[in-house]
């Protein structure tokens, strides 16, 4: 019999596991044929908003006003135009505060976005727009470990107050010790599956979750079965307490 009445998402005071299951979508001013899911916001507790913008099969736009925050894009699948350039699967840009995006999705298009209120110090200029892919970051072994590859997407410099990286792991392959830090997570599973340890819970989690981790929230990794797993996550950096 198939199970109802049940689901994967829990959502706690220090995390929360979204699961697919549970998407619902919004709507907002301005927008056409383009749906949003927003994992993550204020309203729970996180400073990070966490949405995925699936845009419609004959393409969409998406509207952000300029305002106090700062957007990172990453393009899950399909492509995108943003101003003239048309960025495709893998794609990442981050947008500075203060610029209004108008967001073009083609065919069916699906966007992972982060978006935070920017942190600026009065002696140090903004930061800038950046635009890459993920396909040309390299990925280094995450503490000499060569089954564990974090890549670094935006440029490590203090301008930032936000590092978004993707980590990718071998089946088998951890976070090689329960981390508990004062930067906050947002993420989102890219592929495959594996079990997150959030505070004292274990979760089995797969492509198309998404995970809040408050500050100080202890996490953990394993990755299982057949295919790397592979997750997209913000933390918020540079900035002193
Ligand atoms: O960057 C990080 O803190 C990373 N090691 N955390 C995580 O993957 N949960
Ligand atoms: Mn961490």
Same mark, same amino acid.
């Given at each position: 019999?198939?199970?109802?009445?049940?689901?994967?998402?829990?959502? #706690?005071?220090?995390?929360?596991?979204?699961?697919?299951?549970?998407?619902?979508?919004?709507?907002? %001013?301005?927008?056409?044929?383009?749906?949003?899911?927003?994992?993550?916001?204020?309203?729970?507790?996180?400073?990070?908003?966490?949405?995925?913008?699936?845009?419609?099969?004959? #393409?969409?736009?998406?509207?952000?006003?300029?305002?106090?925050?700062?957007?990172?894009?990453?393009?899950?699948?399909?492509?995108?135009?943003?101003?003239? =350039?048309?960025?495709?699967?893998?794609?990442?840009? !981050?947008?500075?505060?203060?610029?209004?995006?108008?967001?073009?999705?083609?065919?069916?298009?699906?966007?992972?976005?982060?978006?935070?209120?920017?942190?600026?110090?009065?002696? &140090?200029?903004?930061?800038?727009?950046?635009?890459?892919?993920?396909?040309?970051?390299?990925?280094? %072994?995450?503490?000499?470990?060569? =089954?564990?590859? *974090?890549?670094? *997407?935006? +440029?490590?410099?203090?301008?930032?107050?936000?590092?978004?990286?993707?980590?990718?792991?071998? +089946?088998?392959?951890? &976070?090689?010790?329960?981390?508990?830090?004062?930067?906050?997570?947002?993420? =989102?599973?890219?592929?495959?599956?594996?079990?997150?340890?959030?505070?004292?819970?274990?979760?089995?989690?797969?492509?198309?979750?998404?995970?809040?981790?408050?500050?100080?929230?202890?996490?953990?990794?394993?990755?299982?079965?057949?295919?790397?797993?592979?997750?997209?996550? !913000? =933390?918020?950096?540079?900035? &002193?307490?």
């Amino acid at each position: 019999m198939e199970l109802f009445g049940t689901t994967r998402t829990f959502v #706690g005071v220090r995390h929360a596991l979204i699961a697919e299951d549970g998407y619902v979508p919004s709507v907002f %001013p301005g927008w056409e044929k383009a749906t949003a899911f927003v994992h993550l916001s204020p309203a729970m507790g996180s400073r990070v908003t966490q949405m995925t913008v699936v845009f419609d099969e004959d #393409g969409g736009k998406a509207v952000f006003p300029a305002d106090g925050n700062e957007h990172v894009f990453y393009v899950e699948n399909g492509s995108i135009d943003l101003g003239s =350039k048309q960025y495709s699967e893998k794609d990442f840009m !981050y947008v500075p505060a203060g610029t209004k995006v108008l967001l073009k999705g083609l065919k069916g298009s699906r966007v992972t976005l982060f978006r935070k209120e920017y942190q600026a110090i009065s002696r &140090l200029k903004k930061a800038e727009m950046v635009t890459g892919s993920a396909r040309d970051v390299v990925g280094e %072994p995450f503490l000499g470990n060569k =089954k564990a590859i *974090l890549q670094t *997407l935006l +440029p490590m410099d203090d301008r930032f107050d936000l590092a978004v990286n993707i980590f990718t792991y071998q +089946p088998g392959a951890t &976070l090689p010790f329960v981390e508990t830090h004062i930067m906050e997570h947002g993420l =989102k599973m890219l592929s495959g599956q594996g079990v997150y340890r959030l505070e004292d819970k274990h979760y089995p989690v797969k492509a198309g979750d998404v995970i809040w981790m408050a500050a100080y929230c202890p996490q953990w990794f394993v990755a299982m079965g057949d295919e790397p797993a592979s997750y997209i996550y !913000y =933390k918020d950096v540079n900035r &002193l307490p």
